[in-house]
């Protein structure tokens, strides 16, 4: 690949929008041309400002009472076959609509992981693998909560041969996800933190890397290591809540 097909694919490279194997000729490729690097960062950069500086209200308790009375529902059908009917409509599209939601839920999870997979390549080929150095969790805490609209947990591993190095925020799944960032050997471990939406358990092994994903006290988690699988496998169990 060339600096002038890489380049017409880095956007989409960010976005998670290639192939595995495209994406891995892209992240290859950047990794050994430090012109393509250069533009990758600096997309990268401007990508995380624009969505860090995003504006954020909540809508107004009159605008949300509103809202509920519109789409409160209301009865039509008073007797009978009608009420039988009207129920047999209901929980058809209660169970579609449940289809639908864990449907949603799983190609979410699928675009997640694929964010994180993307995001631990870029940070390996451009040796930009923190924005905050660090080992201490309250230092990273207060670093994360200046980034991010919601509280992340920062978690130290007691487990050796695990270090921390520090953390950075990434775009994932369109929201600023904090990273946090330990060593084990000549690997790094990036460990992506998510408001909850109960995904469930999976694990990835693709391209070189091996993701482990969970849900706990809220949060979701994404661990992503070009280590071995029982390295990778090992930081679950090893992770506990810094206070």
Known sequence: ??????????????????????????????????????????????????????????????????????????PHFRYGIAAFGMAAVVAACFGFATWKKNSDLRRDQDQVISDVMAHYQASESSAHIVDIRSKECGSLKNWFNSKVNWSPKVYRLFSQPFTMVGGRVDLVG?????????????????????????????????????????????HDYYAVSNGSPAEINAVQSALKVCR
């Open 174 to 218: 369109n929201q600023a996800a904090p990273v946090i960032v330990y060593r084990s050997g000549n690997s790094n471990v990036d460990v992506f933190v998510t408001p909850s939406v109960d995904v469930k358990p999976r694990n990835v092994d693709a391209q070189g890397l091996h993701v482990r994903s969970w849900s706990d006290s809220g």
């Open 1 to 74: 690949m060339n600096c002038e097909t890489a380049l017409q694919l880095i956007d989409a490279f960010m976005d998670s929008e290639l192939d595995p194997s495209t994406s891995l000729e892209v992240s290859t490729h950047i990794s050994a041309c430090p012109a393509c690097k250069q533009a990758l960062e600096s997309r990268q950069a401007l990508s995380k400002a624009i969505k860090l500086a995003a504006a954020f209200a909540p809508a107004p308790a009159a605008l949300r009472g509103q809202i509920r009375h519109k789409i409160q529902p209301r």
